[in-house]
């Protein structure tokens, strides 16, 4: 692949994810992909701040992938966009290191489709909710991709995860051409 | 007062705040006002759960304060929001310990009004990021009051301080009847 890959993976209990564990698994064992699983590098919430900005100068693509929890990304992601994306890196000072690289949210819900809507229980479209992290990206000068999306991920079957995670692996697949 | 208000403030730098520290100590000084400064409570990000559910069932409104940061909260109000909101004290099992108790966020923002809108620098309605706050107190059966909202945070004048901490004041009287 041309562009490889930079996959920033959030889940604070792996163990009982039904789906994000075998999308990242997958995803990491494709050779233009790197994964760095935060709630593994960074138990104590401590990011390692040089270490990930050479890791997003190295990569042409950017996905961040997370379960939503509370209508937004684990704490421990919000931690890596606020202390990876500074001043005079991400922005300001005439710097602008993520220009021109693809982004992508890879994001799974525990609710269906017709739950994220006006009026239902989760109140507004998952775009909305998604709009922290594009906008995020779309000021740091990325290309906002679509997002790659699984809702209902709480009962989903074992066979439907086989199918899904080749989607990922499709999507991927763009992201590094 | 017959509601007495808590409120839950994040902010990173509190040295480096312009309006945000101002506001909370003049709340603070009220005396049906409870803060917590999570920042200063929680250096390490861990989370005294059992203490903030304690306080927020004492209380009959909630307010987050906080500085936009990357268009959502710091994360240590999102860490705070996902471990003290959990299954079995604010939903679910028949639980939702929140439900009638009034939830006001309260936010300052670097930039100005105007470059929140679709197709300004910041991409959307200030609304737009507020709405994963809004929606977790909604999910909880709280009463969404409306937001507390001060936008070019970054260069004002001391004496419109004075001001708006008279206004923040105001609003949490209301929010305390």
Known sequence: MANPVLILYAHPSPNRSKVNRYLFQAATALDFIRGHDLYDLYPHMHVDVAAEQQALRQHGAVVLQFPLYWYSAPSLMKEWIDT?????FSHGGGEQALAGKKFMVAVTTGGGFN?????AVHGALLSTYL???????????????????????????????????????????????
Chains 1, 2 share one sequence.
Do not use: W
């Not at 989903?156 to 692996?169: G, L, M």
């Open 84 to 88: 990876v994306l500074t001043s005079g």
């Open 115 to 119: 739950a994220y809507a006006d009026g």
């Open 131 to 177: 709009a922290p992290f594009e906008q995020t990206a779309r000021f740091c000068g990325m290309h906002i991709e679509l997002p790659f999306i699984v809702q209902g991920a709480g009962d989903i079957a074992a066979s439907a995860v086989n199918e899904i995670t080749e989607q990922y692996k499709s999507r991927l697949a763009g992201l590094g051409e």
